[in-house]
């Protein structure tokens, strides 16, 4: 019995869903754990599907040389519930983005440019290849697998916080000197 109620209420709950073409993210409405609440279909616009924003170049003026342009939930409510989104990276001559990780999976594309790319697995393998087009800066494009996939930036959980310097020490090897150097040029204190 206990069953049958189970799969009678989830055929239920997804029901609307299954012939619910899009949840267009309503930004007025409160967010929860799952993302967007869905704006009511009569307020849907073809705009809430479009965006040109990955047609501009990011600002690349800044330590790393790199500028990110953004098509996220945040950026196109039409993206909301379909657990994808992609940015644009501009990477000037010699920038470099930082060791960073995303709650969700990510593809690049290489469109111009030389660019190293790729990450450590929970063995602490490094799988890393040179890939290229060109030889100008490079222009980059990651697909996630979520319409908000977030990013943490080592160097930024690290230093640009008021976590206490010594701790730090002693939990990456580094001394106190240089750590307090890093929180100074990336706004951290303590």
């Known amino acids: 019995m206990i069953s049958i109620f189970f799969m009678f209420s989830l055929i239920l709950s997804s029901s609307y869903a299954a012939v619910q073409d899009f949840c267009v993210a309503d ?3 409160p967010t929860s754990p799952a993302g967007y609440a869905c ?3 009569s307020d849907v616009k073809v705009d809430d599907f479009v ?14 040389k790199v500028g990110i342009s953004a ?3 945040a950026q196109v409510p039409g993206l909301n519930g379909l657990g994808l989104s992609m940015v644009r990276a501009d990477l000037e001559v010699g920038g470099v983005f930082p060791l960073h990780t995303h709650r969700a999976s990510e593809a690049i594309l290489i469109a111009e440019g030389k660019v190293i790319a790729g990450f450590i697995a929970s063995d602490n393998k490094a799988y890393v290849k040179n890939l290229k ?3 100008t800066p490079a222009l980059v494009y990651a697909v996630f697998s979520s319409d908000d996939p977030g990013v943490q930036i080592l160097q930024n959980a690290l230093f640009q916080n008021d976590f206490q310097t010594e701790l730090i020490a002693k939990t990456t090897l580094l001394d106190t000197a240089e750590i307090k150097k890093l929180k100074a040029l ?4 303590n």
């Open 186 to 189: 990336l706004g951290g204190t």
């Open 39 to 41: 704006k009511n279909p």
């Open 27 to 29: 930004y007025k409405a």
């Open 51 to 64: 965006y040109s924003g990955l047609g501009v170049p990011g600002n690349i003026s800044n330590l790393s």
């Open 133 to 135: 087009k060109g030889s």
């Open 71 to 73: 098509a996220l939930v």
